[in-house]
């Protein structure tokens, strides 16, 4: 990297400096969404920080972390993110009585030690009167690429603790299936990017696949970047009923104690997917032979 480049990054970044030492860093919380009983199924909780002025702009996750990584400090971040979400949430759940599970994204990278990089999430837990089974931490796959020995220790610490384990990104790749059949994680959630291109039968492939591995394999599997009706039409064609996305909710600086199932009622009623619930249901295909059905 040239000297001016590293300049001008480190000046686009200042901000983070500032922002991090006054702890301006927020959790908002997008919800998680059962499509198949129009019930909330978790909130996944994002970092946020909105700039000072007038029209303070929020920044989101993707470039807050990138200024962490330019500014070296990404590894102390992450551990400050989970920590600022944990605490966020239990103030969350104690406002609301919300029952339902909080999704945290952590960096594998980031956390050498397991037992001593989350000793600040389980000191607030007894401090909050949380229980671990409250959290589901979703490991970024982006950040798996060559230590998959890392992950597992992660896993059996985190599964040892009691909480919950997620893939996140999952569906890119070049063997998007391994991570699912390796690790068995509790959830994953397949990338956006996947879901944006459903309708293209590459990535509707993918998808099925993995629904039939995590199926077998007692693994819950959630669509992310759900934003528009006929993503959610194909997803529910190829077998995923957990869902989040714009279509369900915006992320928000406060969690979404009910959801408008009338809403969700009404677009799956518009599509009849009714019958592909039927269709797509293990008596059904019992019965006879389930007949190939393209996704438009």
Avoid at 240 to 251: E, P, W
Wanted: proline share 5%; hydrophobic share 40%.
């Amino acid at each position: 990297m040239s000297h001016e480049l590293y300049n001008l990054r480190q000046s686009r970044t200042a901000w983070f400096d500032k922002a991090f030492a006054e702890d301006r860093f927020e959790t908002w919380y997008q919800p998680v969404v059962d499509t198949s009983g129009q019930s909330l199924a978790g909130h996944e909780c994002l970092i946020r920080y909105t700039s000072d002025g007038p029209h303070g702009r929020v920044h989101k996750a993707p470039e807050i972390l990138e200024a962490a990584r330019t500014r070296n400090d990404i590894r102390t971040f992450d551990s400050y993110a989970r920590a600022l979400a944990v605490r966020s949430a239990s103030l969350q759940k104690h406002l609301s009585g919300v029952s339902s599970p909080f999704f945290v994204n952590f960096l594998p990278g980031s956390m050498h030690e397991p037992e001593l990089t989350m000793q600040p999430v389980t000191e607030l837990l007894e401090t909050a009167g949380l229980k671990p089974s409250d959290f589901v931490f979703e490991a970024v796959e982006a950040d798996l690429v060559g230590d998959s020995a890392r992950l597992r220790r992660i896993q059996t610490y985190m599964k040892h603790q009691g909480f919950g384990f997620a893939l996140d990104n999952v569906g890119i790749g070049a063997n998007p299936m391994q991570g699912v059949c390796d690790l068995r994680p509790d959830y994953i959630k397949i990338d956006k990017n996947v879901v944006w291109n459903i309708e293209q039968p590459v990535y509707a492939a993918t998808v099925r696949k993995l629904v039939e591995i995590s199926e077998e394999l007692g693994v819950q599997v959630i669509a992310t970047g759900v934003h528009r009706k006929h993503m959610m039409e194909n997803l529910w064609l190829l077998g995923v009923k957990v869902m989040q996305g714009f279509i369900f909710g915006r992320a928000l600086p406060g969690v979404v104690r009910t959801i408008d199932s009338a809403a969700i009622e009404a677009q799956l009623a518009e599509s009849d997917l009714s019958q592909l619930a039927r269709a797509l249901s293990p008596a059904w295909a019992a019965e006879e032979e389930r007949p190939y059905v393209k996704v438009l």
